[in-house]
T-cell receptor, first 112, second 117 residues
Framework: DAKTTQPTSMDCAEGRAANLPCNHS???????VYWYRQIHSQGPQYIIH???NNETNEMASLIITEDRKSSTLILPHATLRDTAVYYC?????????????FGDGTTLTVKP | GAVVSQHPSRVICKSGTSVKIECRSL??????MFWYRQFPKQSLMLMAT?????????EQGVEKDKFLINHASLTLSTLTVTSAHPEDSSFYIC?????????????FGQGTRLTVV
């Protein structure tokens, strides 16, 4: 699986948009970009994934650059409950590629 | 979304004893499940891939005789930590793969906090 790099930590004011970047310059053509988050002492929670087009769901938006070497997760209106470690992962779509390799992630702290 | 349940959520055991952790996919069948371990302030580390009806595949450095994995049905995988020692204390997390419209998606359990005393 392609390696990803993320900033170690970020702060965001409550109610503002949180933009979390991820670099994945070695991503291959059949690999998707996934984002998960882990709130303290819980299992990872799926947020969103994409291949090359921008994606949006009820939780977040995912912006993938045209060359697919980086992406940004956007939480449009961050709340205190969004404080968590956010992991960006790239992996293939088939069963054998289903295991996720977690990097160190970004610790997002949303402040009042 | 799909639900994966782990049991117990936390367990304390004495050194030398064995502990079994269950991972269940509640609303879908999973031929493949994964087991991760997470130490404090660290990321998740993949331990093994659990395949229904066959032997698990362990990552390098993970002792298969110490971490026994059984995936006897399409909705249940178990991880048994045998002869546990304090250094095995960790947060253990499973994930299950669901096949959906030509794409696999991984759903994670809530984790099991193991403390060996």
């Amino acid at each position: 699986d392609a390696k990803t790099t993320q900033p170690t930590s970020m702060d965001c004011a409550e109610g503002r948009a949180a933009n979390l970047p991820c670099n994945h310059s070695t991503i291959s053509g059949n690999e998707y970009v996934y984002w998960y988050r882990q709130i303290h002492s819980q299992g990872p929670q799926y947020i969103i994934h994409g291949l090359k087009n921008n994606e949006t769901n009820e939780m977040a938006s995912l912006i993938i650059t045209e060359d697919r070497k980086s992406s940004t997760l956007i939480l449009p209106h961050a709340t205190l409950r969004d404080t968590a470690v956010y992991y960006c992962i790239v992996r293939g779509r088939n069963t054998n590629a289903g295991k996720s390799t977690f990097g160190d992630g970004t610790t997002l702290t949303v402040k009042p | 979304g799909a639900v994966v349940s782990q049991h117990p959520s936390r367990v304390i055991c004495k050194s030398g004893t064995s502990v079994k952790i269950e991972c269940r996919s509640l609303d879908f069948q999973a031929t493949t499940m994964f087991w991760y371990r997470q130490f404090p302030k660290q990321s998740l580390m993949l331990m093994a891939t659990s395949n229904e009806g066959s032997k698990a595949t362990y990552e390098q450095g993970v002792e298969k005789d110490k971490f026994l994995i059984n995936h006897a049905s399409l909705t249940l995988s178990t991880l048994t930590v045998t002869s546990a020692h304090p250094e095995d204390s960790s947060f253990y997390i499973c994930s299950a793969l669901r096949w959906d419209r030509g794409h696999t998606e991984a759903f994670f359990g809530q984790g099991t906090r193991l403390t060996v005393v």
